[in-house]
């Protein structure tokens, strides 16, 4: 006898977040900011005034299911194109057909996903096109499109932010799934609105991990006497054992995350600051990459305010480097924590910038002689060397030679601030000054 199964025939065979796809903005979750009443998006798309666009949000957010309505909408011929199967040739071949069937009053939405992909060939295939109308572009990127997608086809589209969806839009997703003939509807299921939400939070603000999730668990779940499918909380936990924290380490969440933890420290957030490091390690961040931030974060932003940072920031680099994770977590906190509590002081960094600059836009001066090396009687004769008064000989122990080049005679680049140890740093430089002024 052939064993029956909850998705028995051709038409669930499908993932159920395929299966519950909208086809109208009606059916539509979430972006509420750009398809809900009188908005901007919406009344593009009632109005049948769509142009090329770019959709930029996180995955599971709705992206390529808002282009097909939109496709369905204006009555459009629609293309799905994907960067890694797609070269020029096919570009171009799909590009001729649009712009045939253009002269023929039919027009060609041209959805290509993960835009950020395509490298910038394939982009500027599309230029053209898209200045004719030949086509309709609209790309999906996870990515910045800022730093992703080539100007010029930018400049050509209007950019819209999609958000992650809400908890509760997700709660109500699942809902909808659990009743919908399309979705899991057809089958008597025992799920407690407690392990519905917890579904919906684990999800973080991604549909398609949080349908996911739920087939999965009801595909794991127990059938009862009463022949009712139960998900109970061990299967529900096996399910989300893999935290899903948007998180890509060669991406824009990756620098988001990296300027909240620095941005933190500097703002003496302790608590924040660890939470920060956290997400990072918890999206599966390189620990040493976190030191590496870490030891920048000594210098720049503590610096001579408290010169012990520096050290314990490269003692925190080589534990991560001995121990690894999970074990150095302790040790990357140990450092946010004393990094976060310690005073603060840029001027080693704005000295930096500031002789970086003048080194850029003026002239490259010369040495001045008298601290130039002399080790040959020709460069002795030359005057290399000649006035040099060595310091140590001095009472005093320093001099009042100019040592910066003629230009840049009395240029101040480093100047102490008057936290932690700092404060003594900036006497100590003013007598320095006021003796070389005598």
Partial sequence: MEQMSLFDNREKTSPLAARLRPETLQDYVGQKHLIGEGRILRRLIEEDKISSMIFWGPPGVGKTTLA??????????????????????????VMAEAEGNRKMGVRTLLFADEIHRFNKAQQDAFLPYVEKGSIILIGATTENPSFEINSALLSRCKVF?????????LY????????????????????????????????????????????????????NEEAVLCVDD???????????????KNGEEHYNLISALHKSMRNSDPD??????????????????????LIRFASEDVGMADSGALPLAVAAYQACHFLGMPEC??????????????????????????????????????????????????????????????????????????????????????????????????????????????
């Fill in 234 to 248: 061990e299967i529900l936990s096996q399910c989300m054992n893999r935290r899903s924290l948007l998180y890509d």
């Fill in 161 to 169: 932010i999609l958000k992650a969806l809400g908890e509760q839009d």
């Fill in 329 to 438: 977590d302790v040790h990357l906190a140990h450092a946010v924590v004393y990094l976060s509590m310690a005073p603060k002081s840029n001027s080693i960094y704005v000295a930096c910038g500031e002789s970086r600059d003048d080194i850029k836009e003026l002239p490259a001066a010369p040495v001045p002689l008298h601290i130039c090396n002399a080790p040959t009687e020709l460069m002795k004769n030359m005057e290399y060397g000649k006035g040099y008064i060595y310091a140590h000989d001095t009472d005093e122990k320093l001099t009042k030679m100019k040592c910066l080049p003629e230009p840049l005679q009395d240029r101040r680049y480093y100047r102490p601030g008057e936290q932690g140890s700092e404060k003594q740093v900036k006497e100590r430089l003013q007598q320095i000054l006021d003796w070389k002024r005598m």
């Fill in 68 to 93: 097909r309505i939109i496709a369905e909408h204006t009555k459009a011929r629609f293309v799905e194109f994907s960067a890694v199967t797609s070269g020029i040739k096919e570009i171009k071949e």
């Fill in 172 to 223: 109500e997703l699942l809902k909808h799934a659990l009743k919908s003939p399309k979705g899991l509807g057809s089958t008597q299921i025992k799920i407690d609105d407690s392990q519905i939400s917890a579904i919906a939070r684990f999800a973080n603000g991604d549909a398609r991990t949080a349908l996911n999730t739920l087939e999965m668990s009801v595909f794991n779940g127990k059938m």
């Fill in 272 to 293: 924040a600051a660890v939470y920060w490091m956290n997400r990072m390690l918890d999206g599966g961040e390189e620990p040493l990459y976190i030191a590496r931030r």
